[in-house]
């Protein structure tokens, strides 16, 4: 495969890992999310809301930067989907907003109906929001139709069709087994045996999504496996994958939760890395005519606003692993509600 | 409609709405470092129970502020595709350093500080409070900069021709510290303190009057007064700082703010009036000669260009822009006074005995508010018809693959679903505001059951 190791290659792969780092973070909070009115009583719920509590919103902010981190190295792409996705974009905007007022006001009131409501808001929102997130993703797999303009030219219902959604549930099984896998390693007693069996059922659901997924790729969608084809060294990614995939349910027997959520972790970022090195070196693909796609060079800004944000990224970096590292440490351990707690 | 109107409806909506709130959270942050600060200081539960009250309000703004924060990073590109494509070179690293730089700090130490009370010690948690405070400044810092990069662009040049024409950076500090920059950045910093600490003053004033929590709103207040009188006065000085800059680099835009059509020296400062714009001339209008090219030349023989000097199609709507900066300017005014009257009642040590002082507390949280956007009203109004100021249109910078359809959708969605934020927001800030402190014996550290 061209492979030169440009600016243009480090910020693919920096967007990347921005979006594996969102992936691996909110994956687990959304998945919590999703499994919600599963939880019966209040204080179980509670409990799970807890656990995610102090860090759902520092995990969304790898959302943030990652669309600001788009937006300044490709504008093009930031630009055709952002405005091409435009409806199915907005839903998610919504679904975000829905999420986060539930989950600050669902434990403001007492009364049972009001605690129900954001319930519901909570987990319908977060199951969308993955849902939405998969689909999004299968887009840039299926390639969607460009002008020469580098303008989306389809409709939002070009967006949906079987593959594109059969990604979608890909992404919010995926998303529960890990929310399951977090919650294990958060809680105790009774919820924690519970959620323990949903990592076994969710995980069934995740490999059959999976399998299903990866067959229709491979079918329908040759294109993503040319590196492969050429670099038969990535294949590694895929065996480390399914190695990673495996691990999660031996671990869990094991009763070692932490190691299963760094598997859990492992295959989220295997995963999106296949993706992303099966679409490389383009962004959009043009399903129209391959030519017009939008590829690392023709959308991306110039060499020194690549190099200004390189500097940027590299200042900035180690902080801000640094006190999310940090952060996930003082909330270690089981989650105990406090006066303070949502 | 067509699509152009609606996408500046819905910008306009999500932004006044979104802008409610990160004021709030910036102005109300640096208050809670002054109470933590003490209570490290003093060892006081006392100021660590203020701490943790305004913590809970503080809470709540930022998150609001988080959630209509990101549809404002989305909308460019949703919205504003052109636009992006145009700026992207240059606004991106400007937004992208405010996430690396700011979002993480801001939301990862705001965990600690909501929820860390019992899990680290109370200097590692003044840390934290010290870190969100920061960072909720620096993420102001850097969309401030991008915008005014859109009022006085530097740093670039334009490579590329009609469709394809965008701006590339050419010097990343000449783009930072571009000509409007420390000015709009300081008048906005400032005017995010008064609306958090104007906040705190009401609801202390509140207490005071309906004789509750009376040594935690006398302390709350104090605090937020010195804050308020440092505040408001810096806001005269930054107000006319961005104003003498305006008059320099954005010509259309101060012309529109004091309604001048001629160019003229010795020109007049309104006090107020309403333009007639068609034959050019304000009604009612109550003017002081010479002014207005006195306070932008400290000379009265200054030159200010008029309106009349610009093509018709590139002149702003002037009685919007005219009303709404008068209207921030007597705010500001009405801000130092209040703050002025406190401080001089407080002094003669009577304060809490001023009733109708404390009333006009209770309201004035209200001012601030609407000073904040009408201010940015009459910035990105008198900005017009550029959405990038002489490089691009705004009427240049939509998205092509957008339909008035789905920006209809997506704005009343919008419309609908804000207003229940709002009526919740309000809600639950009055639940906090009656609740009340906890009383510092009281507090348990850990329950088990719902919290009521």
Redesign the interface.
Known sequence: MDFTFDLNTIWFFLIGVLLIGYAILDGFDLGVGALHLLVKN??DR?IMLNSI???W??N??W???G???L??????V???????F??A??ML??M???R??A???R????MKWWRQMWDVAFSVASIFIAFLAGVVVANLVTGVPLDA?????GT?WSLVNPYTVLVGVTTVALFMTHGAIYGVMKTEGELQIKLRSWVNNTIIFFIICYITTTMATLIYYPHMIEHFKETPALFVLAVLNMLAIANIPREISRRKEFFAFLSSCASIAALLSLFAFGIFPNFVLASNNPELSLNIYNSA??Q??LN??LI??MI??P??LA??IS?YW??RGKV??????Y | MDVEILSRIQFAFTIAFHYIYPPLSIGIAIILVIMEGMYLKTKDKFYENMTKFWVKVFALTFAVGVATGIVMEFEFGTNWATYSRFVGDVFGSALAAEGIFAFFLESGFLAVLVFGWDKVGPKMHFFSTLMVSLGSMFSAVWIVVANSWQQTPAGFHVIGEGINARAEITDFWAMVFNPSSVNRLSHVISGCWLAGAFLIISVSAYYILKDRHIRFAKSSIKIALVVVMIASLFQLFTGHRSAVGVSKNQPAKLAAMEAVFDDQTNAQLYLFGWVDSENQKVNFGVAVPGMLSYLIGFDTNTKVTGLNSFKEEDRPPVNIVFQAYHLMVAIGFALIAISLLGIFFWWRGILFKQKWLLWIFVFSVLLPQIANQIGWITAEVGRQPWIVYGLLKTSEGLSKAVEAGQVWFSLILFMLIYLGLFILFIYLLNEKIQHGPEDVDSIPSEIGHPKA
């Open positions: 209040d204080v509670r509590g102090p860090v919103d520092g969304e902010v959302l943030v930067t669309g600001g981190a937006f300044a190295a490709f504008p093009d930031y630009a055709t989907v952002f405005s091409g435009y409806s974009l907005m905007l919504f975000l907003i829905f986060a007022v989950i600050e006001f434990s403001k009131r007492p303009n580098k303008e989306f030219i939002f800004s110039s020194k606003t200004i944000m940027i990224a900035g970096v902080f801000v006190y999310t952060i003082i909330f105990k509600l406090t006066n303070m707690s």
